[in-house]
């Protein structure tokens, strides 16, 4: 089933409609990422439009639309579908809003496009999908785009239904006088969900608290449940994960966004077999997929938790081989999306730590690549020090100086510990170590020094 992703343009809400992810089966389609389409060019546009993107709903298997998804798309007041893959639900869910509402719902169509549906009735936008995902000049023209279009919904809609320009007088739905119980009870899940949103930005007993509220697990509402999963994986409550997984109805839990928390509470918690079983049911998720971005990089994540358990047991064969795993999943779900730089910055970071001739060559072409990703995200301008010294990082892996001094400018003034000052030197020091021109090395030096803390700068002279 579609995922429904919320998000509010000047106060109203708008709600964003798309397959899950690569869908399998047609051999084209399979390799179309829609996540990538969404985080690099929908989710900006709403930025742009200045907006929040919020997640309001889950990814859901199966012929069943969700209630509280049907309310949604009925009371959204802007709706964008993206009819580029042949996901049912999404074709239904656009017919329910064009029979319901006159305008303010906004179509988009990749070329080429994957759906069997005729959009000549709809004033769709279209965008080129090259490779299965977007080129920064095509991921900008469709943020663009869309950023306007959402500014006219938001101000003064036009009629965009097919239905209301054919019939003359059609009333279409009213939403403002009583409402059916299940209705009411879509209302009450979408309320639960923002709870469990905001609880989980306060820590895992806000959300155990939320989770008392919603009362007997299997008889509440999918988008409930998955926000639950969610909200638990956020604050890093890995058993909470699975526990919650264990009471879900197989609609719920077998969706792929829930699949692959739980494969990531499974590698966290690593227990004994949770790593083996996360493993394979991610490798499940990604045959299914053909390859999806965010279970690739799940699998990296599992794979680096493997690596460091290896490590700890000075296990240097296994620590060699789970080494290798985690620098290819990181790499390939980069590959599937440029836009995800905690994917870039980990496959970096293993190559790094292989340190082969063969791996320093292929940091030297990822470094430039996830720089932009990170600069397009805005990471220079942060206020948070790790995401500025990860920028760092990147900077001075892809010899990008000019940035590397900007950004230790900017690093000495945020709020830090000594700690952590400290450990961004060491890692400047580490870099010096792999060699390089005398001036280069002595630019690593300079900036090393310049971050460390005063009372541990002598210990490094």
């Known amino acids: ?29 399979a390799r179309i990422d829609v996540d990538a389409v969404f985080r690099r060019a929908i989710e900006p546009a709403v930025i742009e439009a200045g907006c929040t993107p919020r997640r309001i709903d889950r990814t859901f298997p199966g012929p069943v639309v969700d209630a509280s998804t049907m309310w949604r798309v009925l009371s ?4 964008v579908v993206d009819l580029t893959t042949t996901d049912p639900t999404v074709t239904y869910l656009l017919g329910v809003r064009h029979a319901a509402r006159p305008g303010a719902t906004l179509v988009l169509v990749g070329n080429p496009p994957g759906t069997g549906l005729d959009t000549g009735l709809v004033d769709a936008i279209r965008y080129e999908v090259t490779a299965g995902s977007l080129t920064g000049a095509d991921a900008d023209a469709l943020r663009g785009e869309l950023a306007v279009r959402l500014r006219v919904a938001a101000a003064a809609p036009a009629v965009d239904s097919p239905v209301f320009a054919l019939l003359d007088g059609y009333p279409g739905v009213s939403l403002t006088g009583p409402v059916s119980m299940a209705a009411a009870q879509a209302e009450r899940d979408a309320i639960l969900a923002e709870r469990l949103r905001d609880a989980a930005a306060r820590g895992p007993e806000a959300v155990r608290s939320t989770e008392q509220e919603i009362g007997h697990l299997p008889a509440a509402g999918r988008a409930v449940l998955a926000s639950l999963v969610t909200a638990y994986a956020e604050v890093g409550a890995w058993g909470d994960v699975i ?54 990089t799940a699998l990296g994540r599992a794979y680096k938790e493997r690596l460091v358990a290896a490590q700890r047991e000075h296990d240097v064969v296994a620590a060699a081989i ?38 320093m060559a292929r940091v030297e072409q990822l470094a430039p690549v996830v720089t932009f990703a990170a600069l397009r995200h805005g990471c220079e301008r942060s206020e948070d020090y790790w995401t500025l010294a990860t920028l760092l990082e990147l900077a001075l892996l892809g010899h990008d100086d000019d940035l590397a001094s900007r950004v230790v400018e900017r690093l000495v003034t945020v709020p830090s510990e000594d700690w952590m000052r400290e450990t961004t030197a060491s890692n400047i020091s580490r870099l010096a170590e792999l060699g390089g021109p005398d001036e280069r090395t002595a630019l690593l030096g300079d900036l090393s020094r310049r971050l460390r803390p005063p009372a541990l700068a002598g210990h490094a002279a």
Request: charged share 25%; glycine share 12%.
């Open 243 to 296: 526990r919650v997984h264990d009471q879900l109805p197989s609609s719920v839990a077998d969706d792929t966004e829930v699949r692959r928390r739980v494969a990531q509470a499974l590698a966290a918690r690593n227990g004994p077999g949770d790593g083996d079983a996360a493993i394979a049911l991610l490798h499940r998720l990604i045959e299914a997929s053909g390859g999806d971005a965010a279970s690739l």
């Open 1 to 29: 089933m579609a995922a429904a992703v919320g998000v509010g343009v000047g106060g109203r809400e708008c709600l964003v409609l798309m397959p899950p992810g690569q869908p399998p089966g047609d051999e084209n389609l």
């Open 76 to 79: 959204a007041d802007i709706l």
């Open 322 to 359: 789970w080494l290798d795993e985690a620098t290819d999943a990181f790499g390939r779900g980069f590959e599937r999306d440029p836009g995800d730089v905690y994917a870039g910055v980990n496959a970096i970071n293993l190559l790094v730590r292989k340190g082969t001739e063969e791996a």
